[in-house]
Each structure stands twice: as structure tokens, then as C-alpha cells.
T-cell receptor, first 111, second 110 residues
């Protein structure tokens, strides 16, 4: 059983569409991060959210941390083919040093 | 700056063989991690270390051992490889909760 569940698992959309990816847990996290991974590479950090209710924007990407610090979402506006990749949420379990990753969402954006 | 370097990048083992994966980081990070990534499973934490000389179990530690004799190195050992350990292995080091990853080791056990 994964502590961080992501949905959807796969997403295939046309360029220009909007999408939201969810990251949910029954556990509290002191912070949550979003990474993107491309084939043959390790994950690369996109953003860290720390405060419950926090919203961060990174160009066309909007990240939100739930009030109870158990969930997060990633919204992409006007998706582009360059957004294609595996998106992973991750976080240190509250009061531990374990950095846990979510199940992943594989996004494919077609031109 | 090399960041996090993993060796080897690819390896094929026969069932029952042993091997060690090496992870080296040059960022002076205290925390280091070993993950495995299987299709559709995201990244699962095998073992981790919060400093030189320390190790701890993650989510899926069985069949693996680790050592952190030097701060910059974190070794992952498979004593008796099994086909279920076929996977891509990633090492990471972290600072303030942000992880930096190596490029991975693709291991196949036949």
C-alpha cells in the first residue's frame, strides 16, 4: 500500500487543454513536493509547498497544499507537448526522515 | 559539479548472485536514499540514511542491505538476487527536504 496515492494514473490530452493531478494521503506531511521525471532520467524538483492551504504558481503550473496537509494538487493550464512526463508528488512523513513518493501520473500531451 | 552519481548504469544478474550498487554525492548532503521504480508504482523507498554511519529501513527493505561508511557514499547491496528485484534503482541525496537524484541503475535478474 502506497502512502501517497496519485490520480489519475495516466492522462492523455491534446495541446491547449487544462488538467489537474491529485495527490492524496491519510497521513500528515510537513511539506509536499512535486517532481517531473523524463524517460531515462531521475526525477527533478518542480516545487515545494509547506503551509497548509498554500498555493504556488510556476508559469502555467499551479500547486496547492491541502489545509490539513494530507493532500496536494497540480493544475496545468493550456498544456503543451513539452509538459509530457511522469509527475510525482513526494514528502517527508510528519516527524520522520522518510521521503515518500506517490504512485505517479503519466501525462502525454499531443500536438 | 557532478551531483549524484550512480554506478553501474546497467547490470544483468543471475538469480542468487550478489552485487553492490554505488551512489556518490558531492553536495555534502546528510540525507541519502535508495529507491526502486517499477512500472506503474512510482518510487518506493528501500533504505535511507540521515548521516554517516547511520541507516534505516524504508517501505520495501527486504532482500537489500545498505552501508554509509563515508558521508558522500551510500551503497546498496543485494546478497542473493531474485527476479522480483528486477527494477530501476535510483539514489538520491537531500537538503532541507529537497531530493536530488542520480540517473538510475537498470538491473535485470534472470
Amino acid at each position: 500500500t502506497q502512502l501517497l496515492e496519485q490520480s489519475p494514473q495516466f492522462l492523455s490530452i491534446q495541446e491547449g487543454e487544462n488538467l489537474t493531478v491529485y495527490c492524496n494521503s491519510s497521513s500528515v506531511f510537513s511539506s509536499l513536493q512535486w517532481y517531473r521525471q523524463e524517460p531515462g532520467e531521475g526525477p527533478v524538483l518542480l516545487v515545494t509547498v509547506v503551509t497548509g492551504g498554500e498555493v504556488k504558481k510556476l508559469k502555467r503550473l499551479t500547486f496547492q497544499f491541502g489545509d490539513a496537509r494530507k493532500d496536494s494538487s497540480l493544475h496545468i493550464t493550456a498544456a503543451q507537448p513539452g509538459d509530457t512526463g511522469l509527475y510525482l508528488c513526494a514528502g517527508p512523513l510528519y516527524n520522520t526522515d522518510k521521503l515518500i513518493f506517490g504512485t505517479g501520473t503519466r501525462l502525454q500531451v499531443f500536438p | 559539479n557532478a551531483g549524484v552519481t550512480q554506478t553501474p548504469k546497467f547490470r544483468v544478474l543471475k538469480t542468487g548472485q550478489s552485487m553492490t550498487l554505488l551512489c556518490a554525492q558531492d553536495m555534502n548532503h546528510e540525507y541519502m536514499y535508495w529507491y526502486r521504480q517499477d512500472p506503474g508504482m512510482g518510487l518506493r523507498l528501500i533504505h535511507y540514511s540521515v548521516g554517516e554511519g547511520t541507516t534505516a529501513k524504508g517501505e520495501v527493505p527486504d532482500g537489500y542491505n545498505v552501508s554509509r561508511l563515508k558521508k558522500q557514499n551510500f551503497l546498496l547491496g543485494l546478497e542473493s538476487a531474485a527476479p522480483s528485484q528486477t527494477s530501476v534503482y535510483f539514489c538520491a541525496s537531500s537538503y532541507s527536504g529537497v531530493a536530488f537524484f542520480g540517473q538510475g541503475t537498470r538491473l535485470t535478474v534472470v
